[in-house]
């Protein structure tokens, strides 16, 4: 049985493994998490929030995202190798896109490097598109970054311009 829950500061050795195991996850401090573990019982700081979710007794994997206005940033998700493939991160991405909603946001936007296709593709499969490029954005190696958007449940579909420049719809 999988359980998604708030970030507890028992929680944060686990987090700071999975970091370790996944290169491509944001790399943060043992106090950012300190932070945001101790803020709230919703593991809410400033605005932001970081949710684990465990399985078999253990932290499988953990999400970080921040909520401003109606705007979502989705700040890191990453996933211990021993669970990946399982549904993991797709379940915490779903909650977390449900969450975001919920919270008045109706887009959520992330950053990913531009050679992570593993990644990429997980979040294309989510919904998400590229909307514009980083230069620069990664260090250690330094990489840029493909900003990748996704409207939330509840709001209009966008409606793709046209690349020959006509909108709406003419029949002839």
């Keep these: ?19 370790a195991d996944a290169p491509e996850a ?3 401090s043992r106090e ?16 932001g929030f970081c949710q684990v979710m465990e399985q078999e007794g253990r932290v499988a994997g953990f999400v970080c995202y921040r909520v ?7 700040l890191n998700l990453a996933v ?21 909603a919920r919270q008045g946001a109706t887009r959520i936007f992330l950053e ?5 296709t593993p990644a990429l593709r997980f979040y294309e499969r989510h919904g998400f598109q590229v909307c514009g490029r980083r230069p620069g954005y ?3 190696p330094p990489e840029d970054a493909l900003e990748l958007t996704r409207q939330l449940p509840g ?6 311009p046209s690349p020959f420049g006509i909108s709406g719809s003419h029949s002839s």
Excluded at 112 to 116: E, K
Excluded at 155 to 160: G, Q
Aim: aromatic share 6%; glycine share 4%; net charge negative.
């Design 26 to 28: 944001s790399t943060w």
């Design 138 to 140: 990664y260090a250690n």
């Design 112 to 116: 990913v490097r531009h050679s992570n």
């Design 1 to 19: 049985m999988s359980v998604v829950r708030p970030l507890e500061p028992s929680d944060i050795d686990a987090v700071l493994a999975i970091t």
């Design 80 to 100: 211990h190798p021993s669970f990946r493939r399982q549904g993991v991160g797709s379940q915490m991405l779903e909650e977390t896109l449900a969450a975001t």
């Design 32 to 47: 950012a998490y300190e932070r945001l573990a101790s803020t709230t019982a919703c593991g809410q700081y400033e605005q």
């Design 155 to 160: 709001e209009e579909p966008l409606t793709a």
């Design 68 to 74: 401003t206005g109606d705007q979502a940033e989705l």
